[in-house]
Nanobody
Framework: QVRLVESGGGLVQAGESLKLSCVFSENIFSFVHMSWYRQAPGKQRELVARVMYGGSTKYADSVKGRFTISRDIAGRMLSLQLNSLKPEDTAVYFC??????????WGKGTLVTVSS
């Protein structure tokens, strides 16, 4: 089983930036997609950003132009750059890697709090 550990969350003011990182317990070179999700209090978990094996990316409409997903070529880390943060971005952010239909890994999350 692959372990994912997120870091980089914290308390920031609106308009500021953060960079989230997700470190894998082993190198991952074969996968379907890698993603960041978030879950705000009282809401369902939602997809924020995804990078496919071929390199294409997709973003939630609410974060387009502000967030950027990337992965390192060594296959050990997934990142999410969060710019121009808004109070509505406050949530726990989770890293996800789907290697196969059966192999779907999740981290425990990192909390991002944006004050107005």
């Amino acid at each position: 089983q692959v372990r994912l550990v997120e870091s980089g969350g914290g308390l920031v003011q609106a308009g500021e930036s953060l960079k989230l990182s997700c470190v894998f317990s082993e190198n991952i070179f074969s996968f379907v997609h890698m993603s960041w999700y978030r879950q705000a209090p009282g809401k369902q978990r939602e997809l924020v950003a995804r990078v496919m094996y071929g390199g294409s990316t997709k973003y939630a409409d609410s974060v387009k132009g502000r967030f950027t997903i990337s992965r390192d070529i060594a296959g050990r880390m997934l990142s999410l750059q969060l710019n121009s943060l808004k109070p509505e971005d406050t949530a726990v952010y989770f890293c996800n890697v789907r290697q196969t239909v059966e192999q779907n890994w999740w981290g425990k999350g990192t909390l991002v709090t944006v004050s107005s």
